[in-house]
T-cell receptor, first 114, second 112 residues
Framework: NAGVTQTPKFQVLKTGQSMTLQCAQDMNHEYMSWYRQDPGMGLRLIHYSVGAGITDQGEVPNGYNVSRSTTEDFPLRLLSAAPSQTSVYFC?????????????FGSGTRLTVV | KNEVEQSPQNLTAQEGEFITINCSYSVGISALHWLQQHPGGGIVSLFMLSSGKKKHRRLIATINIQEKHSSLHITASHPRDSAVYICAVTAGSTGTASKLTFGTGTRLQVTL
């Protein structure tokens, strides 16, 4: 199993450009989520999905869109990149064990918006 | 005040020392997670706790639900333990697709 695969690992965008961060998992996990990590702030939830066709907003959703057409894939779209979106992005998928959710994280995408 | 507080923020230790990282939280939780992030690296889940204590090799994690407190211990620390250790909680009752709330991390540096 590959686990959670994120692409690309690094990306530089110009202000106003759009792009999609890819996230795929091969563990048949229902729950997937996107986080951003900024210095001194800890990780914050952007969007999450509890299954194919179902998505919801997290703590910092503005400027991002998601969709979940399959169980495996959960792409994150930046509609019009802004310097404030410079961050490291992590995708995670979750499994349940005895009613508790455990998490597997991708390796991250480092995004710079200039 | 953050829902999840970690201490210390930074920690330097010599190889072989016993290390303790603390995490306090202010909400009801279904589970607490300890995560490890090496510089420039991804995030790895070390432990998921809902009660008691877990041990894996030189790592021990404990949780006190009544006091809303958890500790991560590293015995016989080694330079390869140098990383950021992150505490996170899933709020709410068990069985719900709860979201993670993170602490800001503890940066550990273990020197020879």
């Amino acid at each position: 199993n590959a686990g959670v695969t994120q692409t690309p690992k690094f990306q530089v965008l110009k202000t106003g450009q759009s792009m999609t961060l890819q996230c795929a998992q091969d563990m048949n996990h229902e729950y997937m989520s996107w986080y951003r990590q900024d210095p001194g702030m800890g990780l914050r939830l952007i969007h999450y999905s509890v299954g194919a066709g179902i998505t919801d907003q997290g703590e910092v959703p503005n400027g991002y869109n998601v969709s979940r057409s399959t169980t495996e894939d959960f792409p994150l779209r930046l509609l019009s990149a802004a310097p404030s979106q410079t961050s490291v992005y992590f995708c995670a998928s979750s499994y349940t064990w005895d009613g508790i959710y455990g998490y597997t994280f991708g390796s991250g995408t480092r995004l710079t918006v200039v | 005040k953050n829902e999840v507080e970690q201490s210390p923020q930074n920690l330097t230790a010599q190889e072989g020392e016993f290390i303790t990282i603390n995490c306090s939280y202010s909400v009801g939780i279904s589970a607490l997670h300890w995560l490890q992030q090496h510089p420039g690296g991804g995030i790895v889940s070390l432990f998921m706790l809902s009660s008691g204590k877990k041990k894996h090799r030189r790592l021990i994690a404990t949780i006190n639900i009544q006091e809303k407190h958890s500790s991560l211990h590293i015995t016989a620390s080694h330079p390869r333990d140098s990383a950021v250790y992150i505490c996170a909680v899933t709020a709410g009752s068990t069985g719900t697709a709860s979201k993670l709330t993170f602490g800001t991390g503890t940066r550990l540096q273990v020197t020879l």
